[in-house]
C-alpha cells in the first residue's frame, strides 16, 4: 500500500508517474534506462517489482499509515543535467578551430537569443492579460446583469448557479488540458524550474506542449475564479520559450532550423533557462532585477558576469515589451506604467513613510506571516497527500478542480450575501467592478467588489485605497475565506500561481492588522493612518511565510513598489517569516519538491557534515570501461537494468590483475549511444576508412533525447568488434581523493555544476564515484545530520 | 631609465614603491619573503639588482621612451587570498567538535558583524556628508562675502585669489595627509578593491589607518572645489569597515578584543569585504541591491546564497543608517528621502516618459558617452605614465595637488566672468547658494551656481530643472571645462572619486543634448521638451564610458532615480558605451590596475585559450616536502630568494630515484612560518610530550601578518630536527591532469578561488603548480591570444 502511494507522487499530484502511462512513449525508453546512479550500495533493490526496496528496510515503512515516509527517500529516477562540458578531443578541435571572431559571432547569437526569450516572454505574458481580463469582463457583464435582474425579484439563487457554471466550465476547461494533455503542467511550476535550475532534468518541463498547456489552463483558472495568479505560470512559460528558442529547433515539431546547433548541449541550454525564468519573473512583477536575482538564487552555483548580464537583458526586454504592448492596449502608448502583470502602485516616500518604532511591529507582522504560512503549508502538504492517495484518476482530478470552482464562487457569493459592508460609489475609483447588490444607489458592496476583482486589482486596492474604504470584519472574513480556498486550490490539476493567492491574503490581514492598530492608539499620531503599508507587510510576510524565497523577493517587492526606503522592512519581514515558518515546515515549493522525492542540492553541504568524507558517501564499486572495449561489454553494461549507471569512468589497467586500472577518462551513457548508433567500430574490416568520422554535430543531433539502447540493434558480429572511447571521452574528469570531506566534495560539485566526480586513491585508481544523489541524501534534522534512502520509485 | 619608472609604478601614483620606503618597514620583510610566485620558468632573474628581466628580454623594451611597456608584465609582488580553506587535521578536528548550536552561533555573528558594518558604513557616509556641507557651506558664505563686497569695485582679483587660496588649503591638507601618511588611500580606491574581491592582496589597503586618511582626505578634496566626487571612497571606506570589524581586533592599536576568532582567515575576511563594499556603494549611491551586484560583479566567482544575503542585509543596513541621521540632522526625521549621499531626484513616468523612437537617440548617446570616455581614460593614463616618470616626489604631489585646486578654482571664476548666463531667482527654487555678480537683481548667474554648488546638486539640478535653466553655451563651456579638470583631477595623491565627475560632465553634455534636439525639431511634439532625461541618459553614458561597469551600475542608476522604466534604455547606453570605450581602451579602473601589473583574473579564460593546456601554463619544476621533512631543508627553502613560493605540494616519494614523488598534501609558506615560530619539531629530545600542541588558534593569531622567515632564529641543532607536515598540511589540494585545457582549468580556479593548483600525472605525481600569475598571464590582445611577462617589480 505504501508503495503504491509512493510511487504514485508526482508533479501535478495525478496519480499516474510520468514514466509508466502509455502516454510517456516519447521518454519511458530513455527513463528506463538512464537512470543516471550506481546502485552498488542497493544490491537488494529488485528494479522488476517496482517498490521501494532499500538496502535497510524498516518493516515499519511497509505499514500503510505510513504515508510520509516517502519523503525520507530520494528518488532515482531523475536525471541530472550534464554543466560541466565534456572536453573530449572533438570538442577541443571544434573549439581550437573556432577564430575570435567565431567565438564573437556566438556570442552575438546568445545576446540574440536572449532578447528574443524577452519578447516572447514578454508576448505571452500580454496575451495573458489581455485574454484575462476579456473573459473576466465578459464573465461580469453576465452575473451582473443577472444579479442587477434578480435582486428584486428574490431569484439569486439563479445568478449564483450561473455565477458557479461559468467558474467551472472555464475550469474544466483548464483541468482537462492539463490532467490528459500535460501534467507536468499542473501548479505554478516554480518548483519543476526550481529543480532545472538546481541540475535536475525534470521530463518534459520544458517542452512546447508543456507551454502551451500551461497558458491555456492558466487563462481557465484565472478567468474561472479560483484563487490563484497568473504569475509563477510566467516563471514556466519563460524557462520553456528559452529551452526553445535557444535550441533552433522543435523537436514536438520535428522542425530543425538549423541554427544555434552550437547550443545543444545542456550547460547552454541551462543557461538560457535561467535567462527565461528570469524574464518571466520579470514580466509578471515588473522586476528585471528580481528575475535576475530569481535565477541566480535558485539557480546560480558559479557566477558568470557576462551570463548574468545577458540574463538581465532578457529581463529588461521581458518587461519592457509587455510595458509597451500593454499601453498601446490600453491606449495609452509610450506611458510605460505597466512594467508587469501586477502593478503594485507607487509607494511614495512621501505620503507612506514608516518610521523607526514601527520595525517591532513589522517584525511580529512577519512572524505572523511566518505562522500562517506554516499552517497553509502543512494543510497544503497533507492535502497533497490525501490527493495522491485518492485522487489519482483524472476525472476526478477534473472533477475536483471543479467542485474547487463551484465552492469558490459559493463562497464568495454567501460572503457577498451578508456582508452589508457598502462604500459609497467614488468617481475615479479603482473598482472596475461595482456591484450594488443590497447598497444604496450610489454605493456599492466591497465585499463584491474583492471578489469579483481580480486578484491583482484586490491586491492593489488594499495597499493604496484611503482609510476607511474596508470594513474590518470584511476584511477578516475575506482572510479566512481565501485562506481556505487558496490552500485547497494549490495543487489542483490546473496551472495556477500561488504568489497572488498569498499577496491577497497577506494584504488582506495586513490591512486589519493596520486598521485594528489605528483603532487601538487612536490619538497617538497620523503615522498608522494608513493602513496600506500595513497591508505591503502583511502582504509580503504572507508571501514570504509560504515560499521562503528571501533575497530575490524582497527586490521583486522593492521593484514592484518603486519604493527603496521599504526595503529594509520588507527584508526584515521576510526573515523573520523565514525563521519563523522554518522552525515548523520548509517552503511550499520545497514541500512539493521533497514529495516528489528529488535529489535537490542546497547551496551548502549541511553544517555537521564534516564528519563525513568521499569515501564514505561515493557509490562504489563503479562499472568502468577500458580505452578500448568491446561492443559486447558496452552494450551489456547499458542494457543491464541492474547498473543504469550514465557516466562511466574510463580507465587503463596495467596489469591482469583484479584491482581497478587507472583514470584516464569518463564517457556519458548519451555518448555511448551515439556511438552506438552509429557503429564506431574498430577492426572490423579495414572498410573503416571508408566511415564518416563522427563529429560533434551527431551528438548535437541527438541531443536531448537520446534513444533508448534496446532500440540500437547490434549484431553478434558487431559484439566482438572493438571501440575506441579515447577521442569521445572526456580526458580530464574532475577528481577528489577519498579522504577528502563532504563540505568540500560538495562545493567543488556544486561550483561547477558537475554529475559525476571520480573519487580516486593515491595513485589515480578509481574507487568510487560522486553523484548528485550522494550529496542530496543528507540533510540536516532535527538531530542533527540525517540521511535519506535512495528508491528507484 | 625605463627599469626605474616600471619599478615606480604604485597605487597612488607617488613614486615610491610601497615595499621600499621606510615607512613600509611592517611589511617590507613580509613582503620580501612572501611573494609566492615559483619563479622556474624565470631563471635569468636577478632580484638583486630590481630590474625587470625576464626570460625572454627584448632589448627595444630597454630604450627610455618605451614607458607603457611595463603593462605587459605582471607583476609579482601580489600575494594572492587563500579563499579555499585549509582543511587539514586541525581545521577538521575543530570542525568536528562544533555542534549544531555552534554553527548556528556562528552564523548570528556573521549577521551581526554584517549589520555593524552596515551601521559604520553608514554613518561614516553621514560624517563625510556633514563635514563636507558645513565647510563648503562656510566656504560660500566667505567668497560670496568678498563678491559682493568686491563687484562693484572691480577688485574681482581679491575674490578669486582668496577663493583659490581657501580651496588650495583644503586639497593640500588632504594631500599632505595622502601622500605622507598613507599613499594607498589615494584615489577612489575601487581598483584596489576591485583587486582583493578578485582575490589579490594589495598591501595596507583595509588598515585603520587607510581609513582615516582616505575619510579626512575626501572630505578636504570635496571642500576643496576639486572636480571630484566622495561616493568612490564610500566604498573603499566599507571595505576597511568590514575587514577590521570582522576581525575583531585592530593590529594598528595593538588591540584584541578576542571575538570573531574563527572569522580570522582569508576565506572569511574576502567574504566581510564583500559585504562592506556592498555597504559602501549602497550608503553611496542609496542603492543597496546595486551594491550587492557591485559586490557579485567585482568579487564573487562561486555564488553563495546565504553570503548574498548578508550583503544586502549589509547594503540595507547601511543605506537605512544614512537615511536614518540624515533626516534627523535635516530636521525631519522619519522622512527617509536620503537613501545615499548622492540623490538624483525621482524620475516619474508620468513627467519624463520616453517613447521607442528615442532609444536610437539614447544609443547614440551612448556612443559619445564610450567616445568621450576612452578619450578621457586615454589623457588619464598619459598623465599618470608622466606623473609616475616626473612626480614622484611627495612635495611634488602635494603641489600639483594644490595646483589644481588653485586652477580649478581660476577656471571655475574665468567661465563665471565671461558667462553672461543669467537666470531669474525662482521661489523654492534648487539652488543653495546663488550668486548674483553681474547679474539683475532678482537672477542669478546659472554657470557661478553650476560651480559653487556640490557636484551632487548640480546633476540633481541638471536632471531636473525645468526646460530653458541652462543656456547651452553654458553648458558647452561647462562640460569642456569640467571634462578636462576631472582627467586632471583623477590620479593625484587625493582622496577621491571619479563617479560624480563623470555623472556631472555627461548630465552636462547630455542635457545640451536634449536642447540641441529641442532646437533642431521644435515643432514635433512635447516629447523632447525635457532634456533631464538626455541629462540622465548623458550621465549614465559618460560614466560607463568611464568605468565600464554595467550591470551593478545600471541598478544603482535604476535604483537612485527610481524608476524601474528607465531600465532599459539606461542599460543600452551603458552597453553601448562599453562597447565603442573597449574598442579604444579598457575602463579607467581597469587600467590603473593593468599599470600596476596586478594579475588580475577576469571571470572567464580568454576565448580561444583551448589551445593551452595545464602543461603549458604550470610553473615547473615544483619545490616539494616530504611528510617529514628536516627543519634546515624548509628553513633554506623559505629563505631562499630565488624561491619565494608561498605554497607547498608535500609528497611521499616511493624510492630514492630522482623523479618527483606522489602527492600527498599542500603546505602554505604561512603556516610553516608558524610551525617554525612554535618550533614544532620532532625526535628533539623526549621532552616533546610536554609541548603543548598545536592549535588552531595559533595560525589565527599569526594571521595576517605572518612574520618573515629572516624574524625566525633556528639554531644548528634545531636544523637538524624533523618536522611533520602531516597535521597541518591541506590533505586534499585540488588537482588536476596535465592534459586539462586552460579554461578548464580556469574555471575551476576562479569557481573556487584558489591560490595554488596541483598538477599531476597519471600515477598523481606532482608535476607543476597553476597560480594566480599563470592564468592571468593570459589575455586577448588585438591579434588574439597574448602573453605578459612576469617580473618581480
Chains 1, 2 share one sequence.
Not at 484518476?393 to 472533477?399: A, D, E, G, Y
Not at 579515447?726 to 574532475?734: A, G, K, L, S
Amino acid at each position: 500500500m505504501a508503495n503504491n502511494i509512493a510511487k504514485k507522487v508526482s508533479w501535478s499530484g495525478e496519480g499516474t508517474p510520468l514514466l509508466n502511462g502509455a502516454e510517456e512513449r516519447g521518454y519511458s525508453g530513455q527513463a528506463s534506462g538512464g537512470s543516471m546512479f550506481h546502485i552498488g550500495r542497493m544490491s537488494t533493490v529488485d528494479l522488476e517489482e517496482e517498490t521501494i526496496n532499500t538496502e535497510e528496510l524498516d518493516p515499519v515503512k511497509l505499514r500503510p499509515s505510513e504515508i510520509p515516509h516517502n519523503e525520507k527517500l530520494l528518488s532515482l529516477k531523475y536525471e541530472s543535467l550534464d554543466y560541466d562540458n565534456s572536453e573530449n578531443q572533438l570538442f577541443l578541435e571544434e573549439e581550437r578551430r573556432m577564430s575570435p571572431m567565431s567565438f564573437r559571432c556566438l556570442e552575438i547569437s546568445r545576446w540574440f537569443i536572449c532578447g528574443l526569450i524577452g519578447l516572447l516572454t514578454g508576448l505571452i505574458a500580454c496575451f495573458i492579460d489581455v485574454v484575462v481580463e476579456y473573459l473576466a469582463g465578459k464573465k461580469y457583464e453576465a452575473v451582473k446583469h443577472y444579479i442587477d435582474k434578480f435582486t428584486e425579484d428574490g431569484g439569486l439563487s439563479v445568478s449564483l448557479l450561473l455565477w458557479a457554471i461559468l467558474n467551472s466550465t472555464f475550469v474544466m476547461v483548464g483541468a482537462i488540458l492539463v490532467a490528459f494533455f500535460e501534467p507536468i503542467a499542473a501548479g505554478s511550476g516554480i518548483p519543476q524550474i526550481k529543480c532545472y535550475l538546481n541540475g535536475v532534468k525534470i521530463p518534459r518541463v520544458v517542452r512546447l506542449k508543456t507551454l502551451l498547456v500551461k497558458v491555456c489552463g492558466v487563462i481557465c483558472s484565472v478567468a474561472g475564479g479560483l484563487a490563484v495568479g497568473k504569475e509563477g505560470p510566467m516563471i514556466h512559460s519563460g524557462a520553456v520559450v528559452a529551452a526553445g528558442v535557444s535550441q533552433g529547433r522543435s523537436t514536438s515539431l520535428k522542425k530543425d532550423f538549423k541554427i544555434f546547433e552550437y547550443f545543444r548541449r545542456d550547460t547552454e541550454k541551462r543557461d538560457f533557462v535561467s535567462a527565461g525564468a528570469a524574464a518571466g519573473v520579470s514580466a509578471a512583477f515588473g522586476a528585471p532585477v528580481g528575475g535576475v536575482l530569481f535565477s541566480l538564487e535558485e539557480g546560480a552555483s558559479f557566477w558568470n558576469q557576462m551570463l548574468t548580464w545577458r540574463i538581465f537583458f532578457a529581463s529588461m526586454i521581458s518587461t519592457f515589451t509587455l510595458n509597451f504592448f500593454m499601453t498601446i492596449y490600453k491606449g495609452k502608448p509610450g506611458e510605460f506604467s505597466n512594467p508587469g502583470l501586477i502593478n503594485f502602485g507607487r509607494f511614495d516616500s512621501e505620503n507612506v513613510e514608516y518610521n523607526l518604532y514601527e520595525i517591532p511591529l513589522f517584525i511580529v507582522m512577519g512572524a505572523i506571516g511566518g505562522l500562517l504560512g506554516a499552517l497553509f503549508n502543512v494543510l497544503n502538504y497533507w492535502l497533497t497527500i490525501f490527493r495522491i492517495r485518492y485522487l489519482h484518476r483524472r476525472c476526478l482530478q477534473v472533477m475536483e478542480a471543479m467542485l474547487v470552482a463551484a465552492v469558490s464562487a459559493a463562497v464568495s457569493f454567501a460572503m457577498i450575501y451578508f456582508s452589508s459592508d457598502c462604500q459609497p460609489l467614488k468617481k475615479n475609483s479603482q473598482e472596475e467592478y461595482p456591484l450594488q447588490l443590497f447598497c444604496a444607489d450610489g454605493e456599492y458592496n466591497a465585499m463584491a467588489t474583492a471578489f469579483f476583482n481580480t486578484p491583482e486589482k484586490s491586491v492593489t486596492s488594499l495597499f493604496h485605497s484611503p482609510p476607511g474604504t474596508y470594513n474590518p470584519l470584511t476584511l477578516a472574513l475575506f482572510t479566512l475565506a481565501y485562506f481556505l480556498l487558496a490552500f485547497w486550490t494549490y495543487g489542483l490539476t490546473v496551472s495556477a500561481g500561488v504568489f497572488i493567492p498569498s499577496l491577497l491574503i497577506g494584504a488582506a490581514w495586513g490591512r486589519l492588522f493596520g486598521i485594528l492598530l489605528s483603532l487601538l492608539f487612536p490619538s497617538k499620531n497620523t503615522i498608522w493612518a494608513d493602513p496600506g503599508k500595513y497591508a505591503l507587510m502583511g502582504a509580503a510576510a504572507q508571501l514570504g511565510g509560504i515560499v521562503r524565497m528571501t533575497l530575490s523577493l524582497t527586490v521583486i517587492l522593492v521593484e514592484a513598489t518603486g519604493n527603496v526606503t521599504y526595503g529594509l522592512p520588507i527584508m526584515l519581514v521576510l526573515m523573520t517569516a523565514k525563521i519563523v515558518g522554518d522552525y515548523f515546515i520548509e517552503g511550499l515549493y520545497d514541500v512539493h519538491i521533497r514529495l516528489q522525492s528529488v535529489p535537490f542540492l542546497h547551496s551548502e553541504a549541511p553544517a555537521t557534515s564534516h564528519w563525513l568524507t568521499a569515501r564514505e558517501v561515493m557509490s562504489s564499486p563503479v562499472t568502468s570501461f577500458n580505452k578500448i572495449e568491446k561492443v559486447g561489454t558496452i552494450v551489456d553494461v547499458l542494457s543491464a537494468t541492474s547498473t543504469n549507471h550514465n557516466g562511466f569512468p574510463v580507465v587503463v589497467n596495467s596489469g591482469t590483475d583484479n584491482e581497478s586500472g587507472r583514470l584516464c577518462g569518463l564517457i556519458l551513457r548519451s555518448q555511448l549511444i551515439v556511438l552506438l548508433k552509429h557503429k564506431v567500430f574498430v577492426e572490423r574490416m579495414r572498410s573503416q576508412q571508408n566511415r564518416r568520422r563522427l563529429q560533434l554535430k551527431d551528438f548535437r543531433d541527438a541531443y536531448p533525447r537520446f534513444p533508448p539502447i534496446q532500440s540500437i540493434h547490434v549484431s553478434q558480429d558487431e559484439r566482438e568488434c572493438l571501440m575506441d572511447l579515447q577521442e569521445f571521452m572526456n580526458p580530464t574528469p574532475y577528481t577528489v581523493p577519498e579522504e577528502t570531506s563532504l563540505p568540500r566534495v560538495f562545493k567543488l560539485f556544486r561550483a561547477l555544476g558537475l554529475r559525476h566526480l571520480v573519487v580516486v586513491d593515491d595513485v589515480n585508481r578509481v574507487i568510487g564515484l560522486v553523484t548528485r544523489k550522494d550529496l542530496a541524501r543528507y540533510h540536516m534534522g532535527k538531530h542533527g545530520l540525517e540521511e535519506m534512502d535512495l528508491a528507484h520509485a
